[in-house]
């Protein structure tokens, strides 16, 4: 997914941290990238370091369409839960497809659904694929 980082914030004995904007809305999260990377586009994936438990840091969401917004130290992402035939939960946030760990049982009927994951925006990984991207006012995204 493409994504224009802002700013990266380094804090002693702690992770580095990655201020980005989407197509869909702006947050925080971890930057498993260069230590040193500017603000610019950047293609990533996204990876979620956090057990998602239905009814404690997943729900249905309130709205439709994808979403990434802050929510204090959590990043909330909205997407819609896909079920795979291998039994592997993926939360599709626009044109990522991000592979759920899921810990405990899902409700029935959830295939499909707009849900909404509340995750510590030190749980969430943004690794960088390929180089920077030259043109640093594009928000759009694109599959990697």
Not at 16 to 38: K, S
Not at 54 to 59: H, Y
Not at 111 to 119: A, H
């Amino acid at each position: 997914m493409l994504v224009e980082v802002e700013k990266i914030a380094r804090f002693p004995r702690r992770p580095v941290l990655a201020q980005i904007r989407t197509a869909f809305g702006r947050t925080t999260a971890r930057w498993c990238g260069d230590r040193v990377a500017g603000p610019g586009a950047y293609d990533v994936e996204w990876t979620l370091e956090e057990a998602v438990t239905w009814g404690r840091n997943a729900r249905p969401a309130s709205g439709t369409g994808p979403g990434v917004r802050p929510g204090g130290h959590c990043v909330v992402l909205r997407g819609r839960l896909g079920l795979e035939e291998d039994g592997v939960a993926v939360l599709h946030l626009d044109d990522a497809d991000i592979p759920l760990d899921v810990a405990g049982p899902l409700p029935e009927d959830v295939d499909g659904l707009w849900i909404e994951l509340f995750v510590d925006r030190e749980k969430i990984a943004l690794r960088p694929v390929g180089t920077r991207r030259a043109s640093p006012d594009s928000t759009r995204t694109s599959v990697r």
